[in-house]
Nanobody
Framework: QVQLVESGGGLVQPGGSLRLSCAAS????????MGWYRQAPGKQRELVAT???????NYGDSVKGRFTISRDNAKNTVYLQMNSLKPEDTAVYFC???????????WGQGTQVTVSS
């Protein structure tokens, strides 16, 4: 079993920054890819960014150049640095872990990010 705990959400003004963290515990040896997804009210969950155990990254088009995903394998934690935040970035952000064999290991409980003046 894998457990994910997210932190770092909150309220920020447009143009501001936030950093999200997702700490994994349990059967972490089985995890390859970790990532962030978000879901705004009335919308489908969408990809924000992913990172593999080897450090390969992938970003959603709407966040490229503004968000950076990173991973500390020693701490079993993945981070999402969000800069130049826009109101349309407002959503619940979820952490996801995927095993080497391709199955989903876990989703986090979600953390709210609100961008508003």
């Amino acid at each position: 079993q894998v457990q994910l705990v997210e932190s770092g959400g909150g309220l920020v003004q447009p143009g501001g920054s936030l950093r999200l963290s997702c700490a994994a515990s349990g059967s972490i040896f089985s995890i390859n890819t970790m990532g962030w997804y978000r879901q705004a009210p009335g919308k489908q969950r969408e990809l924000v960014a992913t990172i593999t155990s080897g450090g390969n990254t992938n970003y959603g088009d709407s966040v490229k150049g503004r968000f950076t995903i990173s991973r500390d394998n020693a701490k079993n934690t993945v981070y999402l640095q969000m800069n130049s935040l826009k109101p349309e970035d407002t959503a619940v952000y979820f952490c996801k872990a995927v095993r080497y064999k391709g199955t989903i290991a876990a989703w986090g409980q979600g953390t709210q990010v609100t961008v508003s003046s």
